[in-house]
């Protein structure tokens, strides 16, 4: 299996600050991606880190508010910018690779904001 | 389009009594079914897959079964322990070519299971 982490676990931050999280996976692998989870919600796509270019994002989602980047096969980080109380969530990095194992998505541990 | 409908909970059940978990889903493809689970205060992990129709995964007691047919992959489990208090999340992604490459997960809304001792 791949070995996600991500910094900060956790953190607090005033509203209209930005906030950047990044992800670190222990191998080289194909796809990237961002996940929102709200309070009591399930978990939302937020974009598709691509290496070398510019992230894929989904409906509802823009770079201006999360921009991402994607150095490498192994790192990605997502920034929350302007935040505002409702970005209040747990934000998760997800990782799919064919080299490590066929049809499986691996989750980091998440990284849980706080907007006041 | 692809889309997952869960039962919603929250569910409580009382110690080694059966669990099921709905799930049915709708998909253009080829997809592959997955059941995530969430502990308190935990990331989201992987609790089973399958990828085929009839294909039946499992895991720490818990079984889900790939209904073409009925497009469902239900959760199931014989006998629940407290420690099976969690957050259930199923999932689907899609390949648009059989053995192609998979989608991004698209998941359910999550259904809460809360066990009582």
Redesign the interface.
Known sequence: SAVISQKPSRDICQRGTSLTIQCQVDSQVT?M?WYRQQPG?????IA?ANQGSEATYESGFVIDKFPISRPNLTFSTLTVSNMSPEDSSIY?C?V?S?WVS?????????TRLTVL | GNSVTQMEGPVTLSEEAFLTINCTYTATGYPSLFWYVQYPGEGLQLLLKATKADDKGSNKGFEATYRKETTSFHLEKGSVQVSDSAVYFCALSVALNYGGSQGNLIFGKGTKLSVKP
């Open positions: 796809m991606f919600q399930s978990l939302t796509l598709t998760l997800s799919f064919a066929y049809n499986e998505q691996f989750f980091g541990p998440g």
